[in-house]
């Protein structure tokens, strides 16, 4: 076939499988509901007038803030949150178009990625700063060929990448090392001095990301969200490890209605969890070995799975979203090292080298397979049940006019509720004050008992005003002593057990 004619094969199949992606999860997301961490985004952007209001209020989010400059612009043209699930959309598809169209896998894995597990569902249909990342990694893979022509492209991209959230900071990391050892073993000596210029300007500007991502990561003194850190020998803790590297291959959620976060491996025997373990393990051994001749490549691999992994047992130990981003890297260390400056190494056989070759490249596709399969187990649920109820509680309160009321929850559960009701603030018992996000310091430390609802109730309350109570779980004395409460909806039961609400409607009698 000619090379114009390929060409434009391959961009016609890049377009189709984007288009298919792109309507696909246009119409699904419109039956996601929000969770509190993706109306957080919301609300801190929406909620903080000035940008300098935003990053001063975001210094508690333990995340960097591109996603919520994102946000900020699109919070004040529309006041609905579901714009925020389309923009998210529109990033997740531009992923998909970069890879299908520039990565050098197969065509059968560029059908299968974009609606596997992580693509499909966690970095498409929840709205979060991950996808962003994505993006701007796929970006850079597909400059990475032209990377002595567009250093300074490649260096934006990596900077951006650094503020995308921890896990984009450790891919952006690595690929300055990609980049750094790619430079080591080329002979640069016939370079120009203006391109050794740019080079070096390009790795001032991705260092200048990962500093500024890092002192933005750095949390004031009364931060009190997971303020530990683990540095002695927990055998619990090198389980959490094990459970990234399995759950990144193999993201397979059980089969009920609170899947998310949940591994179906870990209901197995430990036989078949050490098994499992052992044969992920001997891939990514085998496909370190197949990198050995690509410096760049390797050590991006090495970094950019050791950075997650200890960051797992020392300070987080993560979330299904997280672990995506192992795999993540793995893509890019595939992609980027058919690019890599090349080093002679010592083969195999040529016969057993070959066997190597295709034991990594159909393992991968069957991994594939098995991440097609989850994705779409995950869509099928999360279509047929609510992820949360914080949109039904909201359109009930709404259309019962009851949007005017004081209303008081126990704890920022709530906060996926005040994110799908514009202008309105809650008063969270936990931290004793009025907001709409959740401020993650120390003064969340109150209790959050019926009693302690009901006498903070009184103190912000005069007699006979009406108000509502948001609560993620039902009242078990709603008869008490100087209240009226009635019980006015509870949510259907939801994905995030933790986000079905009980309503009730209160009134405060006369002494």
């Not at 076939?1 to 499988?17: D, G």
């Not at 193999?250 to 197995?268: D, M």
């Not at 490249?361 to 109820?389: E, M």
Request: proline share 5%; aromatic share 16%; with cysteine.
């Amino acid at each position: 076939m000619p090379q114009n004619q390929t060409a434009k094969s391959n961009q016609l199949f890049a377009l189709s499988i984007t288009l298919i992606f792109a309507v696909t999860s246009i119409w699904l997301v419109q039956y996601h509901e929000m969770w509190r961490d993706e109306l957080q985004a919301w609300l801190l952007a929406r909620d903080s007038p000035s940008i300098i209001e935003l990053f001063a209020n975001l210094k508690y989010e333990a995340h960097p803030g591109l996603w919520h400059i994102l946000l900020y612009p699109l919070s004040r043209l529309f006041k609905s949150p579901e714009s925020m699930q389309f923009l998210h959309v529109l990033i997740a598809t531009l992923s998909v178009y970069v890879l299908v169209a520039y990565s050098p896998f197969t065509k059968l894995q560029k059908s299968l990625i974009p609606f596997g597990y992580f693509f499909f569902y966690e970095y498409s249909q929840i709205s979060r700063n991950y996808a962003p990342g994505v993006l701007l990694a796929f970006i850079i893979c597909a400059l990475y060929p032209h990377r002595y022509k567009r250093h300074i492209s490649i260096a934006i991209c990596i900077f951006l990448l650094c503020h995308t959230s921890v896990f984009g900071l450790f891919v952006a990391i690595s690929l300055s090392i990609a980049l750094f050892v790619d430079i080591l073993f080329n002979d640069t000596s016939s370079m120009e001095m203006k391109s050794k210029q740019k080079i070096g300007f390009s790795f001032a500007i991705m260092s200048l990301g990962i500093i500024s991502s890092l002192i933005h990561l750095t949390p004031p003194n009364d931060h009190n969200f997971h303020t530990e850190w683990y540095f002695h020998f927990d055998i619990k803790r090198i389980g959490f490890v094990i459970r990234s590297i399995i759950s990144a291959f193999l993201p397979i959620p059980t089969l009920q209605l609170n899947f998310w976060n949940s591994k179906l491996i870990y209901h197995a025997s430990a036989y078949d969890i050490l098994f499992t373990l052992g044969f992920i393990l001997i891939f990514l051994l085998l496909s370190l070995r197949s990198l050995m001749c690509r410096p760049a490549a390797l050590y991006f691999f090495l970094s950019a799975f050791l950075g997650p992994c200890t960051f797992f047992y020392v300070k987080y130990p993560g979330f299904m979203r997280h672990y995506g981003y192992l795999f993540l890297s793995y893509i890019i260390a595939m992609w980027i090292a058919r690019h890599s400056n090349a080093r002679p190494y010592h083969s195999l056989p040529e016969r057993l080298e070959l066997k190597t070759i295709l034991f990594v490249r159909h393992t991968f596709t069957v991994f594939l397979i098995i991440h097609l399969f989850s994705g779409f187990q995950a869509i099928f649920l999360d279509y047929k049940n609510p992820f949360s109820g914080a949109q039904q509680a909201a359109q009930h309160i709404v259309s019962e006019k009851l949007d005017g009321l004081l209303m008081i929850a126990r704890a920022e559960h709530a906060a996926s509720v005040i994110g799908y009701l514009p202008d309105k603030e809650i008063y969270y018992l936990r931290s004793r004050r009025f907001g709409t996000f959740t401020v993650w310091d120390n003064k969340r430390i109150y209790p959050t008992d019926e009693l302690s609802l009901y006498e903070a109730t009184k103190r912000i309350t005069s007699a006979g005003q009406s108000g509502l109570f948001i609560l993620d779980y039902p009242l078990l004395n709603p008869k008490t002593s100087g209240f009226t409460i009635n019980k006015i909806l509870t949510t259907s039961k939801s994905i995030r057990q933790d986000e079905q609400f009980f309503i009730y409607r209160f009134t405060l009698k006369s002494n």
